[in-house]
């Protein structure tokens, strides 16, 4: 690609750094902010450094957080003694939307993957452990991806925690709401058989 | 979507300002920037904004500079005599990328457009028909998008400049090099049958 302008090259580049931008994509990015007032150019970047910079990660639960505790684990009014453990803060802000979980969160900040090179020591999970040890923690919930990592991540986490009698669960596989049971692919569909629930329990929420 | 902080927040509110991305992805972005080096960052915001404060518009042509007159209109070697219409910047890129074209470009900024209010005057028009007729332009390409709103502005301009006696041109509509025939929309195939050229023509360039 030729550019009429360095300082216009620059700019591409640096957006095209971003996952799933190409260089294209980036010059119509770049493109569409030189066409917009500079203020929107202004508020953009402002709002990444500050982002970027002043960002904390909560000390109790790991997620992303604007003060030492996020606003969750600060909350008196949910249940504390029920840890649902999750990836990254996507996940907690998927489970908060649906409102159905009212317990607090610890995000691990990734799964088990020797082949990318992650190992234990690189996710949250000493402290999660630590947490289950030392307060009075009733359940942890496995809500981590369908993976083999995921799957690798639970069974290393579960092999820490159960010798303290906690109860451990894992949240329903099986074939989403409004999908058709000929495209379901057999793994969750024959899970989704054996892990069946009584009827009564499917009519208590939708 | 429900933001466990108000920075992450800002920071995916501003980044779906821009085309094409959703909260989502502006999400997924954010979260790559939060864990890539703090410099990234930077970089990516003191490119663009530094892009969008300093970025120039050459007085001659119009199209994105650096400097006053861009390196295209000061460049000696070009022929100055011919001049290429085009929408924006990314045609220049394009038609420079071709390495087929030796005069000066002129960019218009957009193409007449009632129907969102973009009127002859708001794009650079009066420039270009004031340098056909005070220099010694020889030829004048329209190499605008073949839509209504490219023919209503080449025909725009063309009514202005056809008493200065000097040559105007189209770039050639026609079949894609590397296309199947009976793929091709018919007008296009009739065009490219009503303007064919002698087979020997042809054989020039590839």
Known sequence: MEFSSKLLEQAVNEMAQLPGIGKRTALRLVLHLLRQPQEQTRFLTEALTQMREQMKFCTSCHTLSDVEVCSI???P???HHVICVVEDVRDVMAIENTQQFKGIYHVLGGKISPIDGIGPSQLHI???VEKVKTTAVEEVIFALSSTMEGDTTNFYIYKQIQDTGV???TIARGIAVGDELEYADEVTLGRSILHRIPFEN???NN
Do not use: E, F
């Open 167 to 169: 109860k451990t669960s």
């Open 202 to 204: 499917s009519l208590k």
């Open 126 to 128: 000493a402290s999660l």
């Open 73 to 75: 684990c600060s909350n």
């Open 77 to 79: 009014a949910r249940n």
